[in-house]
C-alpha cells in the first residue's frame, strides 16, 4: 500500500464547475498535510496547507481534513481552464519533519 | 516568501560531461533541501535529501557517485551528475524547508532543471 493515494484522473469538469479532488494517507500519525499544482512541464507549487480536522478556506480553494478517515481533499470552485494541472497531495510525518510523502496527482481538465 | 531559486534552467551537454545544478533558498534558511527527478508523465521521485554540513541521504537505487550532493550553508545545496549520460537526461527539481520556523512547514520548490544529454 502506498503512502499516500490519489486517483491519476483525468477528472474532467467544466468551467464553473466545482472540482473535487481527494488523497487517502496510511499513516495515522501524519500531522501536515499539503497540495500542490504542477502545470505540465513545470515544477509543483504550493497552493494550500492544512494541519488540523476541518476545512480550510482560501480564496477559491478549500482544503478539507479529517484524520479518523485519513482523508484529505481539495475542492476548487468556479473552475477556470487555468487550474488545469496536476494536483499533488503531500503528506508530513510527524515523528520526521524531513519526511514527505507524495501522492502521484490527480490530472484535472477544466473544460471552457 | 519562500523562494526557492534553481539554475540553470536547461542543459544541454555531451555525453560524459559533468553537470552542475544549484538550489539557493532566497529570503530563508534550510538546513535541509531535497532532490527529485522527474521524468515526462511520471511522478516527482527523490534521490536525496541533502542536509547542510553532512552527508546527504540518497534514496535506495541512487547512486551516490554518479549524483553527487554538496549542501554547503543554510542557503544552497548543489547537484552535480557526473559523466552524464543519454539515460540521465531528465527534469530535475530541487525543493527547500524553511526549517527555522519548526515542523510542519511544507517544501518550496525551485523552478526545475531540464538536462539533455546527447
Known amino acids: 500500500q502506498k503512502e499516500v493515494e490519489q486517483n491519476s484522473g483525468p477528472l474532467s469538469v467544466p468551467e464553473g464547475a466545482i472540482a473535487s479532488l481527494n488523497c487517502t494517507y496510511s499513516?495515522?500519525?501524519?500531522?501536515?498535510f499539503f497540495w500542490y499544482r504542477q502545470y505540465s512541464g513545470k515544477s509543483p507549487e504550493l497552493i494550500m496547507s492544512?494541519?488540523?480536522?476541518g476545512d480550510k478556506e482560501d480564496g477559491r480553494f478549500t482544503a478539507q481534513l479529517n484524520k479518523a478517515s485519513q482523508y484529505v481533499s481539495l475542492l476548487i470552485r468556479d473552475s477556470q481552464p487555468s487550474d488545469s494541472a496536476t494536483y499533488l497531495c503531500?503528506?508530513?510525518?510527524?515523528?520526521?519533519?524531513?519526511?514527505?510523502?507524495f501522492g502521484s496527482g490527480t490530472k484535472l481538465n477544466v473544460k471552457p | 516568501g519562500a523562494v526557492v531559486s534553481q539554475h540553470p534552467s536547461r542543459v544541454i551537454c555531451k555525453s560524459g560531461t559533468s553537470v552542475k545544478i544549484e538550489c539557493r533558498s532566497l529570503?530563508?534558511?534550510?538546513?535541509?533541501m531535497f532532490w527529485y527527478r522527474q521524468f515526462p508523465k511520471k511522478s516527482l521521485m527523490l534521490m536525496a535529501t541533502?542536509?547542510?554540513?553532512?552527508?546527504?541521504?540518497?534514496e535506495q537505487g541512487v547512486e551516490k557517485d554518479k549524483f553527487l550532493i554538496n549542501h554547503a550553508s543554510l542557503t544552497l545545496s548543489t547537484l552535480t551528475v557526473t559523466s552524464a549520460h543519454p539515460e540521465d537526461s531528465s527534469f530535475y527539481i530541487c525543493?527547500?524547508?524553511?526549517?527555522?520556523?519548526?515542523?510542519?512547514?511544507?517544501?518550496?520548490f525551485g523552478d526545475g532543471t531540464r538536462l539533455s544529454i546527447l
Open positions: 503531500a503528506v508530513n510525518a510527524l515523528y520526521n519533519f524531513n519526511k514527505f510523502y
Open positions: 492544512i494541519y488540523s480536522n
Open positions: 529570503d530563508f534558511q534550510a538546513t535541509t
Open positions: 541533502s542536509n547542510e554540513g553532512s552527508k546527504a541521504t540518497y
Open positions: 525543493s527547500a524547508r524553511d526549517t527555522g520556523t519548526g515542523v510542519g512547514q511544507p517544501q518550496h
Open positions: 499513516d495515522r500519525v501524519s500531522q501536515s
